[in-house]
């Protein structure tokens, strides 16, 4: 990626205002020269009507906020771009998708979906990954998921299930959790949502960060070339740093311990240069080929196991700059999955056709009118001109006498174009049928895909998946709903059934289980691509630590494109021997272990009886989260001690190349799931 501004970002710049180092002034431009008191009719007085500063200042106040989204309204944004490796024109005509010369800007917004604006971001939750591409053709927006399924197979069923997700209306809870009686009513009920629920239940659930998740359009879609010839597509994003995740007792530690643990991730990461990186990915389905598959390709319910349909990786996105203002970015851009351009087409997928009504009406309620095109986050790097006029913060100028097509007045301007000269031309599908409320029979396999997936898990990624029912449902008040889900999802599979039903209370289900013996790969964690890369290292140092050997040991793990951080008992500086010192970048009270990819202790010399109980917690802690631990000079006692010594993923030693190679080998693997707990 370059580093020229991209041009969305020049766009940006005429936004953007710095007050710092300016006189105050009132909105209106006036000088003002007191912010401290109000106008008052003597020193003890009443306040005065007149006092236009206090007005105006408490006025903006009262209306600083606007709805937060109704769902995903948790949410933290980046710009990027875009950069195509091969051109796709046997597809699609899309100028972005054929032009391999061209970068594209790209504004991505990232999202829990349940939970308020102000909730905890590492909980149980499907991830929204949004992408606005600002195309020289028009925005393109691909708003999708971390995971590649959906609840429902309907749009008419979405308030229904956010009604059922949400927190219970009578008393207002539980916040950002589906761990209640509403939700897994829910599920029992409408059973096309078994395979997106054994996904949410998976460790796709929670992330350890959104740098290391894949994200997905869901959607069949359609690309469609210069010569109108359409194929079907889904959509991809694979991070270059694979797909991890974090334990689950660990995520709900980390809720409390910093509550802004994904959005941070993603901010530092960028301010210190790791940029954010993800390829772009398609599966593509001839229009022949519709029919040749044992589910249908329309159904969100169900993907494409990418060992059918392989994907083809088309391109990468870079995430570059951070906002300078999350409400005017974060808050204000508006995506939409109906923000297409010429060379990509809709299907008849139901939900899909659902939310192309859904974001628009949502828009306006939440940015207050039909004019949130113009807010600058929104805006397109193409001109646009069109007879739409006024509302509520209209900023265009539109200059002249005619509002409408077609007129004689302004030469019929301004004009449609034609295919040939960009004009968006709707995919000409033959629809034929009866006005009719129904599913399709083709939609109504709720099953084999969840058993796919769950036969595609590693035997650790099962047993979370058996933890996370079991603390769900768990729960859930209603031994019925709870019966129920049992039953379900015995047809998914029966050691999953019997695995959670025992620890809620249930009678495990004797039969059931699926016929499908198939799995798939790609959907297991435990394939992904595994770098110490950014890995966060938390590095336990004392007073009379071994100076030379500790400074190098750091120096090489940086080299490693790992980042280190100091924990100590105190702020400052930990002194070695040699004369060195260490700058400590977090005590025992401000970080926490659960903050941390690995910890690397080496104490010092002579600690007290406090330090080494706080590095002691720090340890075994992390130990029960599979992390990775390396110890040196006097912490390999520590290991001793608590019993951590010699364990899987557990790192000692004396000579330091050979303890730091093993160590980043070990953070690498990101867990050690072979752990023997103790
Ligand atoms: Fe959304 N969804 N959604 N959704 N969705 C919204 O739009 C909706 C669905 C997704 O960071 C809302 O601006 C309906 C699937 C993301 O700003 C709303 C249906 C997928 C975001 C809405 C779905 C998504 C939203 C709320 C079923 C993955 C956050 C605020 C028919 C492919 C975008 C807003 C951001 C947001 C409606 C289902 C992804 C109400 C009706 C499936 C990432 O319009």
């Known amino acids: ?73 948790r949410g933290f944004s980046a710009h990027g771009e875009f950069e195509l490796y091969e051109s796709l024109e046997k597809y699609t005509k899309a100028d972005f998708l054929t032009d391999t010369s061209k970068k594209t800007p790209t504004f991505v917004r990232f999202s829990t979906v349940a939970g308020s604006k102000g909730s905890a971001e590492t909980v149980r939750d499907a991830r929204g990954f949004a992408t606005k591409f600002y195309t020289d053709e028009g925005n393109y927006d691909l708003v999708g998921n971390n995971i590649p399924v959906f609840f429902i197979q309907d749009a008419m069923k979405f308030p229904d299930l956010v009604h059922a997700l949400k927190p219970e209306p009578h008393n207002g809870m539980p916040q950002a959790a589906s761990a209640h009686d509403t939700f897994w009513d829910f599920v029992g009920q409408n059973q096309e949502s078994a395979h997106m629920v054994m996904w949410t239940m998976s460790d796709r659930a929670i992330p350890r960060s959104f740098r290391m998740m894949e994200g997905f359009g869901v959607h069949t879609f359609r690309l469609v070339n210069k010569e109108g010839n359409a194929h079907f597509v889904k959509f991809h994003w694979k991070p270059v740093l694979g797909t991890h995740s974090l334990v689950w007792d660990e995520a709900q530690k980390i809720n409390g311990k910093d509550p802004d643990f994904h959005r941070g991730d993603l901010y530092q990461s960028i301010e210190t240069g790791d940029y954010p990186e993800y390829e772009l990915g398609i599966q593509v389905i001839p229009e022949e080929d519709e029919f040749k598959f044992d589910f249908d390709i329309l159904d969100p319910t169900k993907l494409w196991p990418e060992e059918d349909v392989p994907v083809q990786i088309v391109g990468k996105m870079t995430l570059k700059r951070n906002v300078d203002n999350v409400f005017a970015e974060n808050e204000q851009v508006a995506f939409h999955p109906g923000n297409v351009v010429p060379g990509i087409d809709f299907t008849n997928d139901p939900l899909l056709q659902g939310r192309l009504f859904s974001y628009t009406d949502t828009q306006l309620i939440r940015l207050g009118g039909p004019n949130f095109h113009e807010l600058p986050i929104n805006r397109p790097v193409c001109p646009f001109f069109n007879n739409h006029r006024d509302g509520y913060g209209r900023q265009t100028i539109n200059k002249g006498q005619v509002s409408y097509h077609k007129n004689a007045l302004a030469s019929n301007t301004p004009t449609p174009a034609t295919e040939e000269e960009g004009g968006y031309k709707h995919y000409q599908e033959r629809v034929e049928g009866y006005k009719i409320r129904a599913r399709s029979d083709s939609f109504k396999d709720h099953f084999s895909q969840a058993a796919l997936f769950w036969n595609s898990m590693s035997d650790h990624e099962k047993n979370h998946l058996i933890q996370a029912f079991s603390f769900e449902l768990g729960k859930v008040e209603s031994l019925e709903v709870r019966e129920q889900v049992v039953e379900m999802f015995a047809n998914v599979s029966l050691e999953l059934a019997k695995g959670f039903a025992k620890n809620i209370g249930v009678t495990p289900p004797e039969s059931g289980g699926s016929d499908v013996t198939k799995s798939s790969p790609a959907l297991s964690q435990a394939n992904t691509a595994h770098k110490p890369d950014t890995r966060k290292v938390g590095v336990i140092l004392a007073n009379g630590f071994k100076g030379k050997d500790v400074k190098r040991a750091l120096k090489k793990l940086s080299s490693e494109g790992i980042m280190v951080e100091v924990i100590s008992d105190q702020q400052g500086v930990v002194k070695g021997e040699e004369n060195t010192e260490i700058t400590v970048d977090h005590t025992f009270l401000t970080t926490d272990s659960v903050l941390y990819d690995a910890l690397y202790a080496v104490g010092g010399c002579n600690e007290e009886e406090a330090f080494k109980k706080h590095a002691s917690h720090f340890l075994n802690e992390a130990f029960s989260h599979y992390k990775p631990l390396g110890a040196t000079h006097n912490a390999v006692e520590w290991l001793k001690d608590n019993k951590l010594y010699g364990h899987t993923g557990v790192v000692s030693g004396e000579d330091m190349d050979s303890f730091v190679s093993e160590f980043v080998q070990a953070v690498s693997a990101h867990r050690h799931w072979g752990r023997q707990m103790i």
Not at 26 to 53: C, I, M, Q, W, Y
Not at 54 to 59: D, L, S
């Open 1 to 73: 990626m370059s580093n020229k501004k991209t041009k969305k970002d020049q766009q940006l710049e005429q936004f953007r205002t710095d007050d710092a180092g300016k006189h105050m002034t009132t909105n209106h431009g006036v000088k003002v020269s007191e912010d401290e008191f109000s106008l008052k009719a003597g020193e003890r007085g009443p306040t005065l009507l007149e006092d236009f500063h206090f007005r105006e200042k408490m006025t903006h106040f009262d209306h600083e906020r606007i709805p937060e989204r109704i769902v995903h309204a």
